[in-house]
């Protein structure tokens, strides 16, 4: 039962002083009784070196010693020290009578959605006396709290500067500052904002655009992570939604502006929705989605390619780097096996909106701006679509449409043309945008 299971408070946030708020998060609350922190220092990942630290509480309240465990990693990567280390230490712990509660404070190198999807999806095997299966069995998702500084937190979240690039990892690992400042706060339960040297207009911003990229989440504000006290955090999470998400995974047809969040502009910070019943040009498209890199804080939702018409292609853009990969089918494109595999709310959600030619197909995108003009947005989407001549072919001559140009299919290949200004991955990898 879920009840039985562990309790794990996970705690994420950038380098620099949102990561000291989760390390100082993580001592306050570590000091309640009975709970265990865990960090793995991933500063030496390069070299194969990964450090765990260990912190208890005792049940009674007494504090427990600091342990450190060098760990040597074969192949020394995020993915090596979740599933070689992270995941069995959870299934221990979680078999411990003494242990009331996890904290995971992570690296900023480790994503809190991949590590939640972690813990419910990937088996476990050779802990003793454990049958080998998910440590999601043994432990679940309390609450993910992200920390935020709101200096910078904006820059990075708009911006195109590789992870790698600010020295946090090797030259092949892909990611963004955006891509991490733009998930963890989606992903966060409830956030930390240190506040202290941010200038009026940048905390007014950071604050609208938090609010529209985790509307669920209760805010609070401190000045830095050394005024940060343990009333703070009590108050902070006894507020988060009995809805949250707590680790979930993310359904791609689920509506895109869950939690209710503002829709009226703020300090030049918007949400643009763009919906459509009419496919797009696939080259039209890969040419106008300059549009959601620049002055963008993020852009995702489902898109109806006329040359993939089977397929979902789920869309979502971080600062300057984009990723399009599948989502699965279209429910118009299922057999009647699969339709019955299919979640009740997406059918009723399709059937609202089915087309007796298309049935569900459909672009439906959430754009968050920070800097740019909506109405551009809007203009280069719509130039993008199909016309009506194009239209009636995808409609009668799909043979004669599966011909068009389509950088997002096989034959798509990275880098892009020189050409074009705005590299795009058809393999569900990140790119940065060049300018």
């Given at each position: 039962?879920?009840?039985?299971?562990?309790p794990?408070?996970?705690?994420?946030?950038l380098?620099?002083?949102?990561a000291?708020?989760?390390?100082?998060a993580a001592?306050l609350?570590?000091?309640g009784p009975g709970?265990?922190?865990?960090?793995h220092?991933?500063?030496?990942?390069?070299?194969?070196?990964?450090?765990?630290?260990?912190?208890?509480?005792?049940?009674?309240?007494?504090?427990?010693r600091?342990?450190?465990?060098?760990?040597?990693?074969a192949?020394?990567c995020?993915?090596?020290?979740?599933r070689a280390?992270?995941?069995?230490?959870?299934?221990?712990?979680?078999?411990r009578?003494?242990?009331?509660?996890?904290?995971?404070?992570?690296d900023?190198?480790?994503?809190?959605?991949?590590?939640?999807?972690?813990i419910?999806?990937?088996?476990?095997?050779g802990v003793?006396?454990?049958?080998?299966?998910?440590?999601g069995?043994?432990?679940?998702?309390d609450?993910?709290?992200t920390c935020?500084d709101?200096?910078?937190?904006?820059?990075?979240?708009t911006?195109?500067?590789?992870?790698?690039?600010?020295?946090?990892?090797?030259?092949?690992?892909?990611r963004?500052?955006a891509?991490?400042?733009?998930?963890?706060?989606?992903?966060a339960d409830?956030?930390l904002?240190?506040d202290?040297?941010?200038?009026l207009?940048?905390?007014?911003r950071?604050?609208?655009v938090?609010?529209?990229?985790?509307p669920?989440?209760?805010?609070t504000?401190?000045?830095?992570?050394a005024?940060?006290?343990?009333?703070?955090?009590?108050?902070?999470?006894?507020?988060?939604?009995?809805?949250?998400r707590?680790?979930a995974?993310?359904?791609p047809?689920?509506?895109?502006?869950?939690?209710?969040?503002?829709?009226?502009?703020?300090?030049?910070?918007?949400l643009?929705e763009?919906?459509?019943?009419?496919?797009?040009?696939?080259?039209?498209l890969?040419?106008?989605?300059d549009v959601?890199?620049?002055?963008?804080?993020?852009a995702?939702g489902?898109?109806?390619?006329?040359?993939q018409?089977?397929?979902?292609?789920?869309?979502?853009?971080?600062?300057?780097?984009?990723?399009?990969?599948?989502?699965?089918?279209?429910?118009a494109?299922?057999?009647?096996?699969?339709?019955?595999?299919?979640?009740?709310?997406?059918a009723t959600?399709a059937s609202l909106?089915?087309h007796?030619?298309?049935?569900?197909?459909?672009?439906?995108l959430v754009?968050?701006?920070?800097d740019s003009?909506?109405?551009e947005?809007?203009?280069a989407?719509?130039?993008?679509?199909?016309?009506e001549d194009?239209?009636?072919q995808?409609?009668f001559a799909?043979?004669?449409?599966?011909?068009?140009?389509?950088p997002?299919g096989?034959?798509?290949?990275?880098?892009?043309?020189?050409?074009?200004?705005?590299?795009?991955?058809?393999?569900?990898a990140?790119?940065?945008?060049?300018?």
């Amino acid at each position: 039962m879920a009840s039985q299971r562990k309790p794990v408070l996970v705690l994420a946030g950038l380098p620099g002083r949102a990561a000291e708020g989760v390390e100082r998060a993580a001592r306050l609350l570590g000091a309640g009784p009975g709970t265990v922190v865990v960090r793995h220092d991933l500063s030496e990942l390069r070299q194969g070196v990964v450090r765990r630290i260990v912190r208890s509480c005792a049940a009674d309240g007494a504090v427990g010693r600091e342990s450190v465990t060098v760990l040597e990693l074969a192949h020394g990567c995020v993915s090596c020290t979740l599933r070689a280390d992270l995941l069995p230490y959870l299934c221990l712990l979680a078999e411990r009578d003494s242990v009331r509660r996890i904290v995971l404070a992570l690296d900023p190198a480790f994503e809190a959605e991949a590590v939640c999807q972690a813990i419910d999806d990937v088996v476990v095997t050779g802990v003793n006396g454990r049958i080998d299966g998910p440590a999601g069995r043994t432990v679940r998702i309390d609450s993910v709290l992200t920390c935020v500084d709101a200096r910078d937190w904006l820059a990075d979240a708009t911006g195109d500067e590789t992870f790698a690039e600010r020295g946090h990892a090797t030259a092949e690992d892909e990611r963004t500052m955006a891509q991490l400042a733009v998930g963890q706060v989606e992903f966060a339960d409830a956030l930390l904002v240190f506040d202290s040297g941010a200038d009026l207009l940048d905390r007014e911003r950071t604050t609208a655009v938090l609010a529209r990229l985790a509307p669920r989440a209760p805010v609070t504000y401190v000045a830095e992570p050394a005024a940060l006290d343990t009333d703070d955090l009590t108050w902070l999470l006894r507020r988060v939604p009995a809805d949250a998400r707590r680790g979930a995974p993310f359904d791609p047809h689920a509506p895109l502006l869950a939690g209710a969040p503002p829709l009226e502009p703020d300090c030049g910070v918007a949400l643009v929705e763009f919906a459509t019943d009419r496919p797009f040009h696939p080259d039209r498209l890969h040419s106008a989605i300059d549009v959601l890199l620049d002055g963008v804080v993020s852009a995702r939702g489902r898109v109806w390619l006329a040359t993939q018409p089977d397929e979902v292609v789920w869309l979502e853009s971080a600062g300057g780097g984009l990723r399009v990969g599948g989502a699965g089918k279209w429910l118009a494109a299922m057999t009647s096996r699969e339709l019955e595999q299919v979640d009740p709310e997406r059918a009723t959600l399709a059937s609202l909106r089915w087309h007796e030619h298309f049935g569900d197909r459909h672009t439906s995108l959430v754009i968050l701006v920070a800097d740019s003009d909506p109405e551009e947005i809007r203009h280069a989407l719509h130039w993008a679509l199909v016309d009506e001549d194009e239209l009636r072919q995808v409609r009668f001559a799909p043979e004669r449409v599966a011909l068009w140009a389509d950088p997002f299919g096989d034959q798509h290949e990275e880098p892009c043309d020189t050409n074009r200004s705005t590299p795009v991955a058809g393999d569900g990898a990140t790119r940065n945008n060049e300018r």
